[in-house]
């Protein structure tokens, strides 16, 4: 038996992600996958400026923009299409560099594959983090001080021992069923089909809409539901989803025919891969119980509307791991475990039913209410103000924790995903960039750990809190400055910020209690009597 501080099942990007995570905080873990190398199939393209923060934190930026498969700047943004791509209805969609100012780096589009292989890489530049790749997780037993996990490979089979297990190992996980925590599902009764494809001729068709990464064509045939065209590369390679009828067969010149009707016309293709997949949303209903957790997948899932997947699994592991380490550290504690699940739970229910099933809704009752072949004129006004508003679904996602009870959020603030990007400091929401007035990078002047950044902060109130955080045996990096230019904007002199760069308090009060503010930060039950 190997014992490790953290045990990991699932090594996609979110498995890995923590692993790096983790690997950086000086935490050991083991990191357990059935496949030993990436599936080839384009999914998880679409990464966020927030997820490419977490890359630049775990150092891995530059190599993973290095390896995108489209050319260099090529815009990661969308097209809707009315009935199909041939038509006169068409519009831009989701545009996610249009909030880019609001992040410390911009968007990117990478198959997952090339993010995986970029993480492996970097894991294996770690120490501390052990692999066990062609092997899967079978059982598992937790007492109150540790979690035995039996796993199986080629070589027979072995037992880890850690702290803490994290389950992310997809949607159907068995980490999750093991620990006997359920599911909430929506299930749409929607079976999906994936084909992966080249065709030049289709890059000829699409070309009159300029630099276009992906399609969304809706139909009224489709209850709401979309067909979703996307590039995987510049060079004629494409993925097609589009929801098909429960005993719908795998003849290739079947599933191609639908292509063929959400382009418009006929067009040769070469097809590379046919799969099938269950359109559901489901949540579980805990993503902790004891010592295991739940990421990603295997806490949430749902269908690729609006690229959420791959961006929230990495969002959870960026947050549970500065408390898994602090944990380990000593500074923190229960409290500050469990707020991993009363601030990531909310964030993607909200996600699920303000974003991913509102989107269904409102295609469902746009087409509902609208068409053209009724009375043009109503759907070609109607069409005219569904492109005005394309821009809102960007904008308005903005995960945070208002509600949360290790930030000094409003009294009557709720976490979830709908929000307003804004470059004033908000507690329970992301830090926004601002250029220090010597030209450094705030990004990296923040540290590792927890960061206060003081803006015209006299000395005597900086070295409070300075020694406040000794005294819990906290790491805090002070970032002074003055307050003027683009530091004005945050509307706060003092500004504390966690190891994730959400900003857990922000004021003005010069004799605030540092040692309440930073033992809340922690979930120290002295100081919140939680």
């Not at 010149?253 to 070469?270: H, I, N, P, T, Y």
């Not at 307050?483 to 004799?511: Q, S």
Request: hydrophobic share 35%.
């Amino acid at each position: 038996m190997t014992d490790y501080q953290v045990g990991i099942v699932g090594a996609g990007p979110v498995g890995l992600g923590l692993a790096v995570d983790l690997g950086l905080r000086g935490v050991s873990a083991a990191l357990v996958e059935r496949r030993t190398s990436p599936q080839l199939i384009p999914k998880g393209q679409n990464l966020t400026q927030r997820t490419m923060e977490h890359f630049r934190y775990w150092g891995v930026e530059s190599e993973l923009r290095a390896a995108r498969v489209m050319p260099e700047g090529y815009p990661n943004g969308g097209v809707t299409a009315f009935r199909d791509l041939s038509g006169e209805y068409t519009f831009p969609w989701w545009r996610r560099s249009t909030v880019n100012d609001f992040y410390f780096a911009r968007n990117e589009r990478i198959p997952q594959y090339e993010t995986e292989r970029v993480l492996r890489d970097r894991v294996e530049d770690l120490t501390g983090i052990d692999v066990y790749f062609g092997w899967a997780a079978t059982d598992l037993e937790q007492d109150e001080e540790k979690v035995l996990v039996e796993i199986e490979g080629a070589d027979g089979a072995r037992r880890l021992s850690a702290e803490w297990l994290i389950g992310c190992d997809g949607s159907r996980s068995t980490i999750r069923e093991a620990t006997g925590i359920l599911e909430e599902r929506s299930d749409h009764d929607r079976r999906m089909v994936l084909l992966v494809f080249r065709s030049r001729e289709l890059e000829e068709i699409v070309s009159r809409f300029g630099q276009v990464s992906f399609f969304k064509i809706i139909d009224p045939s489709l209850d709401g539901y979309w067909r979703f065209l996307g590039r995987v590369d510049a060079d004629g390679g494409w993925f097609f989803h589009a929801p098909v009828g429960v005993e719908s067969s795998d003849d290739p010149q079947s599933v191609k025919s639908l292509l063929r009707e959400a382009v418009g016309r006929d067009f040769d293709l070469d097809l590379d891969h046919l799969g099938f997949w269950d359109l559901r949303i489901a949540i579980a209903r805990e993503y902790r119980r004891g010592r295991v957790f739940l990421a990603g997948d295997a806490a949430h899932s749902h269908p690729p509307y609006g690229g959420y997947g791959v961006n929230t699994g990495l969002e959870d592991v960026r947050n549970l791991g500065w408390k898994l380490a602090g944990s380990a550290a000593g500074w923190g504690g229960e409290q500050l475990l469990d707020s991993y699940e009363q601030e990531r739970l909310p964030v993607f229910r909200s996600t699920a039913e303000d974003f991913i099933q509102a989107f269904i809704d409102s295609d469902r009752e746009f087409l509902d209410r609208h068409d053209p072949a009724r009375d043009r004129a109503d759907f070609e006004r109607a069409w005219e103000d569904r492109a005005e508003g394309a821009g809102t679904g960007v904008a308005d996602f903005e995960p945070h924790y208002e509600g949360s009870p290790v930030v000094f959020g409003p009294g009557d603030g709720r976490s979830g995903a709908v929000g307003e990007h804004s470059f004033r400091a908000r507690p329970g929401h992301h830090l926004p960039p601002a250029e220090l007035s010597d030209g450094a990078d705030l990004f990296e002047s923040l540290g590792a750990g927890f960061g206060l950044i003081a803006l015209d902060v006299p000395p005597p109130v900086v070295a409070r809190w300075k020694d406040s955080a000794s005294k819990l045996g906290l790491p805090l990096t002070v970032v002074e400055d003055d307050g003027t230019g683009e530091r004005a904007r945050y509307e706060a002199k003092m500004i504390l910020v966690r190891p994730d760069h959400y900003i857990a308090w922000a004021g003005d009060e010069l004799d605030t209690d540092p040692s309440g503010i930073l033992g809340r930060a922690i979930g120290s039950e002295a100081v919140t009597g939680r």
